[in-house]
C-alpha cells in the first residue's frame, strides 16, 4: 500500500487526515512544518505528499517548491485560502492538486486515489519504447522526457498530459477531455488547472513557449500535438 506524508501545523487535522488514511489501509508519516516535511521526505521518500499552506518556519508553497528541486512526487496543497491566485501559485510550484479546507474524508480520499492513480506510469502505453516529436524524446520504458541532449523533469501529471498528446498526434483534444483522461471526469469543468499544466509543460519542452511546436492551442477547440512534416 502507498506511504504518504502528511505535513500540517495544527493537530486536530493532522490526526484527522491521518486517520481517515489509515483507515484505508495507507502508511502515514507525519510532519508539523515544512523543514520538517523536507528532512521527512529526504531520509525516507513516500508516494504522495499531502501538504497544508500556512505553516511555520517553511510554508507549504516553499516547502513545494524545495521539494520539487528533486523530487517529482506528486503533491497536494491544502490550503484554507480559496482565493484563485493561491491555487494557481501552488500548481505554478508544481503542486499536482488541491484541496480547500474544510473538506469531507470522501473528497481527500477520492483527490488521494486520483492522484496516485495518475503517478502510475501505464506499462502499455505504446508498442514502441520510444516516441520523438522534433527535438522532444520520450522513453516510455522509463518514463523519461528528454529535450535534444537534455534530460526534463516532470511531475507524474505533467508526464500524462504529455502522453495524451503523444498518443493522439495530430488530433486536436479538447481541454475537457483532457481534464477528464488525466485528471478524472469530476474535472471538466476546472480549466486552471489544465491551463497551469499546460503552460508549465510548455516551459519545459519548448524552445519558445510563445511559439510552441509540439503542444499547440487551436482557439476555440483544445490543444493538439501537430504531426511533423516531411
Not at 493561491?86 to 488521494?112: C, H, M, Q
Not at 537534455?150 to 508526464?159: D, F, G, I
Not at 471538466?188 to 508549465?200: F, M, N, P, T, Y
Request: glycine share 6%; charged share 25%.
Amino acid at each position: 500500500m502507498s506511504k504518504i506524508l502528511v505535513v500540517d501545523d495544527e493537530p486536530r487535522y493532522l490526526r484527522l487526515l491521518e486517520a481517515n488514511l489509515r483507515s484505508e489501509g495507507y502508511e502515514v508519516v507525519t510532519a508539523m512544518d515544512g523543514l520538517q516535511a523536507v528532512e521527512a521526505f529526504s531520509i525516507n521518500p513516500v508516494d504522495l505528499i499531502l501538504l497544508d499552506v500556512m505553516m511555520p518556519r517553511l510554508d507549504g508553497f516553499a516547502t513545494c517548491q524545495r521539494i520539487r528541486e528533486f523530487s517529482n512526487v506528486p503533491i497536494i496543497i491544502l490550503t484554507a485560502k480559496g482565493e484563485e491566485q493561491d491555487r494557481v501559485r501552488g500548481l505554478d510550484l508544481g503542486a499536482d492538486d488541491y484541496l480547500i479546507k474544510p473538506f469531507s474524508a470522501t473528497e481527500l480520499l477520492a483527490r488521494v486515489r486520483a492522484v496516485l492513480r495518475r503517478s502510475l506510469v501505464s506499462k502499455d502505453v505504446s508498442q514502441s519504447r520510444f516516441f520523438e516529436h522534433g527535438n522532444l524524446r520520450i522513453d516510455f520504458a522509463r518514463a523519461e522526457v528528454w529535450r535534444g541532449n537534455q534530460p526534463v523533469s516532470l511531475s507524474a501529471t505533467e508526464y500524462r498530459v504529455l502522453l495524451q498528446f503523444a498518443h493522439n498526434i495530430g488530433t486536436v483534444l479538447s481541454a475537457e477531455d483532457l481534464l477528464a483522461s488525466v485528471w478524472g471526469a469530476e474535472y471538466r469543468s476546472d480549466k486552471e488547472i489544465l491551463w497551469v499544466s499546460i503552460a508549465r509543460l510548455r516551459q519545459k519542452l519548448e524552445d519558445d513557449a510563445h511559439n510552441p511546436k509540439h503542444i499547440v492551442t487551436r482557439s476555440g477547440l483544445g490543444y493538439l500535438m501537430p504531426p511533423i512534416e516531411g
